[in-house]
C-alpha cells in the first residue's frame, strides 16, 4: 500500500474589529486564487520549505475554497511513514504560521458558512513496486475488473464503500467533522464513488490521459482523525472486500444531491 495526504488548512491573523480581538482570515480569495499567493507568498513558500527539508516531497501548494485555506500535498509513502509524514507537515505548518504571527487551524469547519478542511487520503495498492490499481497483466490477481480497475482494486474499494458509514467513525470523529460534511463542499457527504467526482466521498482518480486508475481518495477525513487508526482502518475495510470479492456499484459522474436516491 502507498497513501498520500492532502494537508487543508485556514490561515489566519489577529483582529481587534467589533468587540474584544480573536482571528480572521488573512484574505478573501476563492480556489486557486493567485491573489492569495500575492498576499500569502512569502510564509506559504517557508511552509513548502519547512516540509521538504525534513525529506518530505510537496506535490502541491495552492489556495483553497474558503477565504484564507490553503492545501499542501505530499507525495505518496508507506501507510505508517505516511502517518508520520502527515503530523510532521502540520507541525511544518502550524510553526511556520506562528514564526510570522499568524495561526494555522486544520479545524474541520472553521467558517460555518464557508468549505471546510480535510485530510484527503490517497491509497494506491502495489505489488512487487507496481502500481496494480488498473489491470497490467503483472499477475492473474491484475486481470481487468470493472470500471478501469483491477480485479483486485475494485473489490478493495468495494469493502471501503460498504463500510464506509462505519469507517467515518473513525476518519470524521467529532462533531466539528459532521458539520464539514455537507452537500456541495466537496466533502462527500454521500455512500457513493465516482470518477474524478469530487462531491464523492470514494474518488477514483485517473492518470492525465484519462485512462489508468492510478489511486483512490477518500474525502471523508479531517485532522481531528488518529491518522494510524485512519489509515489502518481503511486497509481493513478494503481487505474485507477483497476476501469477500465485493464488486462496485455503477459510480455516480454528477452531484449525489441532485439524485433522489443515494
Known amino acids: ?6 494537508s487543508e488548512f485556514m490561515l489566519l ?15 478573501g480569495t476563492s480556489y486557486c486564487a493567485s491573489q492569495a499567493w500575492v498576499q500569502s507568498g512569502a510564509v506559504l513558500d517557508e511552509m513548502v520549505k519547512a516540509v521538504q527539508a525534513m525529506g518530505l516531497t510537496v506535490e502541491q501548494c ?20 505516511a502517518a508520520d509524514a502527515l503530523l510532521l507537515t502540520r507541525e511544518a505548518i502550524q510553526s511556520t504560521a506562528a514564526a510570522h504571527g499568524l495561526k494555522a487551524t486544520f479545524v474541520p469547519k472553521y467558517l460555518p458558512m464557508q468549505a471546510g478542511c480535510g485530510s484527503h487520503m490517497h491509497m494506491s495498492l502495489w505489488r512487487g513496486g507496481q502500481n496494480v490499481m ?11 475488473g ?15 464503500l460498504h463500510h464506509l458509514p462505519a469507517l467515518m467513525a473513525i476518519t470524521t470523529p467529532t ?29 477514483a482518480a485517473f492518470s492525465e490521459d484519462g ?38 456499484p455503477d459510480p455516480v459522474q454528477v452531484d449525489p444531491a441532485t439524485l433522489t436516491d443515494c
Open 1 to 6: 500500500f502507498r497513501v498520500g495526504f492532502e
Open 13 to 27: 491573523r489577529p483582529t481587534t474589529a467589533g468587540e474584544g480581538s480573536g482571528l480572521e482570515p488573512v484574505d
Open 62 to 81: 495552492h489556495a483553497e475554497s474558503a477565504p484564507g485555506q490553503f492545501e499542501i500535498v505530499t507525495s505518496h509513502l508507506p501507510p505508517l511513514k
Open 134 to 144: 488498473s489491470a497490467g497483466g503483472y499477475t492473474d490477481a491484475e486481470v481487468e
Open 146 to 160: 470493472n470500471h478501469g480497475f483491477s480485479v483486485v482494486a475494485e473489490s478493495f474499494l468495494a469493502g471501503v
Open 175 to 203: 462533531h466539528n467533522s459532521h458539520r464539514r460534511v455537507q452537500p456541495g463542499t466537496w466533502s462527500g457527504s454521500y455512500q457513493v464513488w465516482g470518477k474524478d467526482n469530487r462531491e464523492a466521498p470514494l474518488r
Open 211 to 248: 485512462k489508468t486508475v492510478t489511486n483512490f481518495e477518500l474525502k471523508a477525513m479531517d485532522a481531528t482523525a488518529n491518522p494510524y487508526l485512519a489509515i489502518a482502518a481503511t486497509i481493513y475495510a478494503g481487505l474485507w472486500g477483497v476476501t469477500h470479492a465485493t464488486k462496485l
